[in-house]
């Protein structure tokens, strides 16, 4: 029996800051690895699953050509019920493929308590996550509901009600391993959190067994 085909979509256009897309690969070792910012493209048709990563690139940024491109394939996914996963960047570009908009707000970047809805992505997840982000979701996508909230962002994670697309804004993948390049980098606020309160990866898993895609055991 071959391994199912998952395809992680890396959309960050600035090599200094593509250490969150590692982040995330390292969470899906088995996935391929679609280089979509600098122009690598993949066939939704073979994919058995997809994961979209994050960008320091905004949705609106209209002249980076490849954004509309994934909207469109984000679209297909959708139709062909591709189970897919959107983190950060992904939650906003799937969103925004659907009608929804995004929007400039100022950045977030913390630890942060975030309210999960009863759906099976966030079993065993920590409500405690990492925000690291300067545009939100202010408008769902047709067919997309609200499924996390947060107190700085009312939309903060979505699920389409009949395709298996789930999208959150916060980054399952960043651990505390990259703790000193965030303090470093921004104005990082952990409030009274810490990364021991921090158990994100968890969402992985469950995006895999949800997409039936679990990784084999070695």
């Given at each position: 029996?071959?391994?199912?085909?998952?395809?992680?979509?890396?959309?960050?256009?600035?090599?200094?800051?593509?250490?969150?897309?590692?982040?995330?690969?390292?969470?899906?070792?088995?996935?391929?690895?679609?280089?979509?910012?600098?122009?690598?493209?993949?066939?939704?048709?073979?994919?058995?699953?997809?994961?979209?990563?994050?960008?320091?690139?905004?949705?609106?940024?209209?002249?980076?050509?490849?954004?509309?491109?994934?909207?469109?394939?984000?679209?297909?996914?959708?139709?062909?019920?591709?189970?897919?996963?959107?983190?950060?960047?992904?939650?906003?570009?799937?969103?925004?493929?659907?009608?929804?908009?995004?929007?400039?707000?100022?950045?977030?970047?913390?630890?942060?308590?975030?309210?999960?809805?009863?759906?099976?992505?966030?079993?065993?997840?920590?409500?405690?996550?990492?925000?690291?982000?300067?545009?939100?979701?202010?408008?769902?996508?047709?067919?997309?509901?609200?499924?996390?909230?947060?107190?700085?962002?009312?939309?903060?994670?979505?699920?389409?009600?009949?395709?298996p697309l789930w999208t959150v804004q916060f980054?399952?993948?960043?651990?505390?391993?990259?703790?000193?390049?965030?303090?470093?980098?921004?104005?990082?606020?952990?409030?009274?959190?810490?990364?021991?309160?921090?158990?994100?990866?968890?969402?992985?898993?469950?995006?895999?067994?949800?997409?039936?895609?679990?990784?084999?055991?070695?």
């Amino acid at each position: 029996m071959s391994s199912p085909s998952i395809y992680l979509v890396r959309n960050e256009h600035d090599p200094e800051q593509s250490y969150h897309c590692d982040a995330l690969a390292s969470c899906f070792p088995d996935a391929r690895e679609i280089q979509f910012s600098a122009g690598e493209r993949f066939d939704p048709e073979a994919a058995d699953a997809v994961v979209l990563s994050g960008s320091t690139a905004g949705v609106y940024e209209r002249e980076r050509e490849w954004i509309p491109e994934l909207e469109n394939i984000v679209r297909e996914m959708v139709d062909r019920e591709v189970p897919t996963l959107g983190v950060c960047f992904g939650h906003q570009v799937a969103n925004a493929a659907l009608g929804g908009t995004v929007e400039a707000v100022g950045l977030t970047s913390g630890l942060v308590e975030v309210t999960f809805d009863d759906n099976p992505l966030f079993d065993g997840v920590s409500p405690i996550v990492v925000a690291l982000h300067g545009d939100a979701v202010t408008e769902r996508g047709e067919g997309m509901e609200t499924i996390a909230t947060a107190e700085h962002d009312p939309i903060f994670g979505t699920r389409h009600r009949s395709a298996p697309l789930w999208t959150v804004q916060f980054h399952p993948e960043i651990t505390r391993e990259y703790r000193e390049r965030l303090v470093a980098d921004f104005d990082w606020n952990e409030d009274e959190h810490s990364f021991d309160d921090v158990a994100g990866e968890r969402l992985f898993e469950n995006f895999r067994r949800l997409a039936g895609v679990e990784q084999a055991s070695v």
